[in-house]
């Protein structure tokens, strides 16, 4: 239950500058998602926000109190800052059991043995250990390993729990599993969340706002789930969150063209665009047909993947990818092959006034 | 005919029948996928077929000859095999740079100095390798060795290619990639493919065929489609894609699951002989299931995950939580609302 | 990582000061005035000087054979380990993982005592073999004389050809067997393989593994000093041994000293850089995941046939000598046959219980190993500490510093320890046990340096990090996550140096004084002084000791691994 207010912070090392100017506003008890590419400061911010780095300028305060100020060098040492944090790497000890490892933030705050068995043994049954205390860490799966872990983090009841792309090193079953568990616990004892990935599927899952940042260290927005991904401010959200086509547009005496093709477009564009225009959407914004209303494509590439058909088609030399659910696939007769010819219509797009270079992802 | 046939195939580590007498028939220029978790026996009839495990029983022959075979005796050594074969781990040497990795199986074969130029080159050239021809296979990504391993497979131009989880050490975005090449060059080149692996959603995209084996023995053999949409029991409708069971209570008039009743909507009823047996266990994907107002299933959305082209719900029906995906354009529920479910394509297994 | 503010000599900078003051102090001054000993004469620079000492028969013959005699070790070394490690590796060799560990024997067993043996068994006039032959079966010379290049070459090649076993079998084992699979498949026969593919691959391993071998032989001195002096061969070590011991310390023996010592250091430092070269360069990665076992290559016919060549390679070269070791040793008189009547137990307790010489030197040896081991281990996991997790401007010279003694070899070590703490500099250790205990951690302070590094690298910064966010300070997280994890490795630092330390040779001779003789000294200075059977009588607790004292490591080693 902490509010974190960051202010003009500012991080170099050496030469390369990892954030500038930055500034973010975290509320009380929310969950809040940094999300962006590898190298893009989101990991060196976190370990701003715990006290392992220090800033060349700006502040940090939790709950109103300053813990990091550049202005005097002043900074409270992590261990004083009453916060909860998990590794990419779990960092469970090795040399101590999972009820050692666990207990000992209490044993740090020196709480006494009786009221520490209970809490620690209340934090493995939180995370669904129970009866695995006295195993080492060596005798777990990464899974395990994870909740220890977390365990170890919350135990202490921390105002805020900082989680390093916690996720990482588990298989895609466990981490769907772990990502629910991590908002239910955040739920439950309705602490603060800073969660850092680079993992857009786990950071819609679980936030409650979304922070997307550049390779550059700079925010490019910040909103709930469905406002980065439905309305994304530019064209490097778009590409980041998912699947982006980006289909090149002409207008030409006031048509909206592909190529040679004038299209049916659920939107159109401000008046004030000029007449270079991409249209961007995503797999599932495309309304698939054999000869129904649309643009004519060709199939350029059919694979069933299971839950769904997964088709690589070609609009007059613009490739766009579009998945379909099975069951719809089967229902509606939309089983192509590759060469057959297609209709493609669309539920919705995004207009950008500029030429967009294809996603690379096709 | 069938150009490779497995015939009561079986391989024994101790006492476990790691493979346990397999059939198989692969058609010349087909590609069959051999799926299932690991341990079940995939990569060791792989390798039964490449010549490096001998056989406990049964017999393999590819054309007109038997390669191996327990009642003769006889196993074809690898070397004399002709195969292609590509491996996880990459497996290129590197000693040698890209260009002698390739001409290493052509030296080895002692063809003419020119052939051997002309058909490295040609496998250079196919895998997108020929301006890396010197490079030292160290400097290449994982998608650029395994290209390099493709390409010394492809270089002696063989009937048969064996790829024991080729893409499982690639970056994701690469396995996808890499995946559409594999295709491509088969269908330039028409060798067979046996190919293994335990992720399913490769295996559908590349095979004609998809084999799904579990600790040694067979469950189904079918194309994509028929594996996906017929699984031939609970394991294969488990291993292939999302999915949920929920034992169910039959009547003739609807079932009870966890003490909440649903009256049967036409056509979707289990067989008979299920119904008979009063219990049975219903299967669904995720993605199958559909809310509805009225009717149907009666439960409460207890979870809801926006995850950008699928929604997640979870529904608590009694105390079982069943899991819905949904497209981000379908209206959904909201969390804590009563909703239905209904099950149109519903897949009916006894209980476990 | 530690909160320091600003301009504040903080605990980083202080352990950095620390460590290096202890590395100048120990490594670097002795070894400066080495350097300044051999090049500075009368107050000025000399080149000239060195060169004529370099010119010198008894100098450039000594530096030739140094040369000829470690070339010679490292190609039959190279060979037999390469052999050897490829049978127990890729062929279907009956009782593989025994014969394993029957390779690993030598390294237990000091060159010097095998050289000590073989001496016994084939000294050209008295040795047991050539008296056999000649006694009974009408030999009319010897027919093998111990004492000349060949003999020593053998000699050491039994006892050092494990560096290449160790490196060449464990590359094998590690290889990911689909790199052979592959070559099988692409159409290439085992025989092919193992040409084409394998030992390329390992190759690297096998240099580096004759790289190390090179540079043990070129400084060793124990095995030249009992095989070659008698006939006149010296290397570089043993001639140092000799101007220091025999001169009395004149100013010219000194200096030719250096100048042998510089020449040493020079080759040694070049053999450790083209080693990390190969290291750093050649070594591919060609370790992988999921692994089968690599296809064998069937012996057949020969299966049998290699099983007891290996078997009588490992009688002839473990077993012969320490059985003769211990048979000497119990004898009345060397010389006497090996009959009942002929032994006697007198000659252990007399060296154990009644002759302080050789008492004194097992006490020695033992708590001489005990103080260095100690001394290097503490010193050792702080300058790793400085060395692999805090960030302090100038650790890279840390490391140098730390590592140098690896390239040096002892008698360079013991030279320099005799230049600076023998009077010149206000303090005289000389013939006091201290100045050897000094030589020793210098020598084995980089054993220390690499077992605490690699056990710091495992404790990844977040271990500290996660304990400091649980509201850990640094020191309480240094008690309760770093050093428990550590502790391992520091174990693992004790008895790397104090097993060593036990049987050392080259360093001690040029230091001992009448009471300070180690193990290694009195076997070897009993020896010369023709007191045959005490000296193996001697050398015989040795091995004892030094076996022991290697099993109950590995058992308390493996033991930790299983819990």
């Known amino acids: 239950m902490a509010n974190i207010q960051i202010d003009h912070l500012g991080k170099r090392y050496g030469d390369k500058t990892v954030l500038a100017d930055f500034s973010l506003d975290l509320t009380d008890g929310e969950c809040f998602t940094l999300l962006g590419p590898s190298g893009c400061g989101k990991t060196v911010l976190l370990r701003l926000i715990a006290g392992f780095e220090k800033p060349e300028s700006g502040t940090i305060r939790i709950d109103g109190q300053v813990v990091t100020d550049a202005g005097d060098g002043s900074s409270v040492s992590p261990d004083r800052r009453g916060l909860g944090m998990v590794f990419q790497d779990y960092a469970v000890w090795p040399h101590m059991s999972v009820f050692d490892n666990i207990a000992y933030p209490l044993k740090l705050a020196g709480i006494e043995i009786s009221a520490r068995r209970e809490r620690t043994l209340r934090a493995i049954e939180l995370v669904g250990l129970a009866g ?49 568990e991590i908002k239910a616990l955040q739920q439950k004892l309705g602490i603060t969340i800073l969660y850092v990935t680079h993992d857009q599927e786990i950071a819609l899952a679980i936030a409650d706002r979304i922070a997307v940042m550049d390779e550059n260290g700079r925010l490019r927005q910040l909103g709930t789930p469905e406002e980065v991904y439905e309305r994304p401010v530019d064209d490097f959200v778009f590409r980041f969150l998912g699947i982006a086509n980006f289909l090149p547009v002409s207008r030409r005496d006031g048509a909206l063209c592909v190529g040679d093709q004038a299209g049916d477009w659920p939107s159109l564009p401000p008046a004030h665009y000029g007449d270079t225009l991409t249209a961007g959407f995503r797999p599932g914004d495309v309304q698939l047909s054999r000869d129904g209303a649309g643009l004519t494509g060709t199939i350029r590439r059919a694979s069933f993947l299971g839950a769904q058909f997964d088709y690589l088609i070609d609009i007059g030399g613009a490739l766009i990818r579009t998945a379909l659910p099975s069951h719809d696939a089967l229902a509606l007769g939309l089983l192509f092959d590759e060469g057959d010819a297609c209709r493609v219509g669309f539920h919705s797009v995004q207009w950008f006034d500029r030429a967009i270079p294809t996603s690379d992802k096709v | 005919m069938a150009y490779i046939e497995l015939k009561q195939v079986t391989k024994l580590f101790g006492a476990v029948r790691a493979v346990d007498r397999l059939d198989l028939d692969i058609a010349q220029g087909e590609c069959v996928a051999m799926l299932g978790p690991s341990g079940c026996g995939k990569t060791t009839t792989l390798r039964m077929v490449a010549g490096f495990e001998d056989l406990d029983d049964g017999a393999i022959r590819v054309g007109e000859r038997i390669i191996s075979s327990k009642r003769d005796n006889f196993y074809l050594p690898p070397e004399h095999r002709n195969f292609g074969m590509v491996f996880q781990a990459f497996a290129v040497w590197p000693h040698l740079s890209v260009y002698e990795n390739v001409a290493f199986p052509l030296r080895i074969r002692k063809l003419p100095k020119e052939e051997i130029a002309a058909r490295t080159e040609e496998a250079l050239k196919h895998t997108n390798l020929w301006k890396a021809a010197g490079d030292s296979p160290d400097d290449l990504s994982g998608g650029g060795k395994q290209r390099v391993a493709l390409a010394r497979a492809l270089a002696i131009r063989p009937d048969v290619m064996l790829l024991d989880e080729p893409l499982s050490s690639l970056d994701p975005h690469f396995r996808e990639e890499m995946r559409f090449e594999i295709k491509d060059l088969q269908r330039r080149f028409g060798f067979s493919i046996l190919y293994v692996t335990h992720d399913q959603s490769e295996a559908m995209a590349l095979s004609d065929r998809i084999l799904v084996m579990r600790s040694g023995v067979v469950q189904q053999v079918g194309t994509p489609l028929e594996v996906y949409g017929e699984p031939a029991n609970r394991f294969v409708f488990e291993f292939i894609g999302l999915s949920c069971f929920l034992d169910a209570d039959l009547t003739p008039t609807g079932m009870r699951i966890n003490g909440v009743d649903a009256a049967w909507p ?23 299931i559909d809310f509805v107002g009225e009717g ?25 939580e069943i899991r819905v995906q949904k497209g981000r354009r379908v209206p959904g529920p909201g969390i804590g609302e009563a909703v239905g479910l209904a099950f149109p394509r519903p897949h009916w297994y006894p209980t476990a | 990582m530690i909160a320091t503010k600003r301009f504040n000599f903080g605990t980083p900078e202080l352990l950095f000061t620390l460590s290096v003051a202890v590395l100048l102090i120990v490594v670097v001054f002795p070894m400066l005035l080495i350097f300044f000993n051999a090049f500075w004469v009368d107050g000025h620079f000399n080149v000239t000087d060195v060169l004529r000492v370099l010119q010198r028969q008894e100098t450039y013959q000594a530096l030739g054979n140094s040369l000829v005699l470690s070339g010679g070790v490292t190609v039959t070394g190279t060979l037999v380990g390469t052999l050897f490690a490829w049978l127990v590796t890729r062929t279907d060799l009956p009782f593989k993982k025994t014969m394993k560990l029957l390779f690993l024997v030598p390294f237990m067993l000091p060159a010097f005592i095998g050289a000590l043996a073989w001496k016994m068994l084939l000294s050209p006039r008295a040795g047991y073999i050539n008296r056999f032959f000649m006694d009974y079966l009408g030999f009319d010379s010897p027919i093998f004389n111990i004492y000349s290049y060949a003999g020593i070459i053998l000699v050491e090649t039994m006892y050092l050809f494990p560096f290449v076993f160790i490196q060449v079998s464990g590359a094998l084992e590690r290889m990911d067997p689909t790199l052979e699979e592959s070559a099988r498949i692409s159409g290439a026969d085992l025989f092919t393989i193992t040409r084409k593919i394998t030992i390329p691959l390992v190759m690297p391993s096998i240099l580096s593994g004759a790289l190390l071998i090179m540079l043990y032989s070129m400084a060793h001195f124990g095995t030249v000093a009992v095989l070659g002096i008698e006939t006149g061969i010296y290397n570089i070590p043993t001639l140092i041994y000799e101007k220091i011991h025999q001169s009395a310390g004149s100013f010219d023996s000194i200096r030719t000293a250096t100048v042998l010592a510089t020449v040493l250091v020079i080759t040694a430092a070049a053999i450790l850089w083209l080693q990390n070269r190969i290291l750093s360069k050649g070594r591919y990665q060609i370790i992988a995941g999921k692994s089968f076992r690599p296809s064998e290559l069937k012996l057949r016919g020969l299966r049998i046939p290699i099983l007891i060549f290996c078997l009588a390679y490992i009688a002839l070269t473990i077993v012969l000598p320490t059985v003769t070791i211990f048979m000497v040793g119990g004898l009345k008189t060397y010389g006497l046959p090996f009959a009942l009547e002929n032994m006697t137990w007198a000659n252990y307790s007399h060296i154990l219980f009644e002759w302080d010489l050789t008492r004194d030197s097992i006490w020695n040896s033992i708590s001489l190993g005990l103080a260095s081991a100690l001394v290097t281990m503490f010193a050792g996991v702080i300058i790793s500490y400085v060395i692999v997790k805090m960030k302090v401007r100038g650790k890279g010279l840390l490391e140098f510093l730390g590592m140098l003694p690896f390239s040096v070899p002892g008698s360079v070590i013991a030279l320099g320890v005799i230049l600076a703490w023998s009077g010149k500099f206000g303090v005289s250790l000389y013939n006091t046990v201290w100045i050897i205990l000094i030589a020793y951690i210098a020598r084995y302070m980089a054993f220390s340096l690499k077992a605490n590094s690699a056990a710091l690298e495992q404790v990844h910064d977040s271990l500290v990090e996660a304990a400091r966010a649980s509201g850990a300070t640094m020191a309480q997280a240094l008690r309760d996550v770093v050093i428990p994890l550590v502790r391992p490795g520091m174990v693992a630092a004790f008895f790397l140096i104090f097993l060593p330390a036990l049987r050392e040779l080259t360093v001690s001779v040029l230091l001992y004084g009448p009471t300070t003789r180690t193990i290694g000294v009195a076997i070897y200075t009993l020896n010369e002084d023709g007191e045959t059977v005490y000296s193996a009588a001697l050398a015989g607790i040795a091995l004892i000791i030094i076996v022991t004292g290697e099993v109950l490591i590995k058992r308390l080693v493996t033991g930790k691994n299983a819990a």
Request: hydrophobic share 45%; aromatic share 4%.
């Open chain 1, 132 to 180: 695995l205390d006295a195993r080492l860490p060596s005798q777990l799966s990464g899974g395990q390993q994870q909740r220890v872990a977390l365990a170890r983090a919350l135990v202490s009841e921390p105002r805020l729990l900082l989680l390093d792309e916690p996720l990482n090193n588990l298989d895609a079953n466990l981490r769907e599993e772990m990502r629910f």
């Open chain 2, 296 to 320: 149907g299933l009666r439960g409460i959305v207890s979870r809801k995950a926006y995850l950008g082209e699928t929604v997640d719900y979870r529904v608590m029906v009694g105390d079982a």
């Open chain 2, 266 to 288: 036409a056509g979707i009823a289990p067989a008979p002989e299920l119904l008979a047996a009063g219990r049975a266990c219903l299967a669904a994907r995720p993605s199958e």
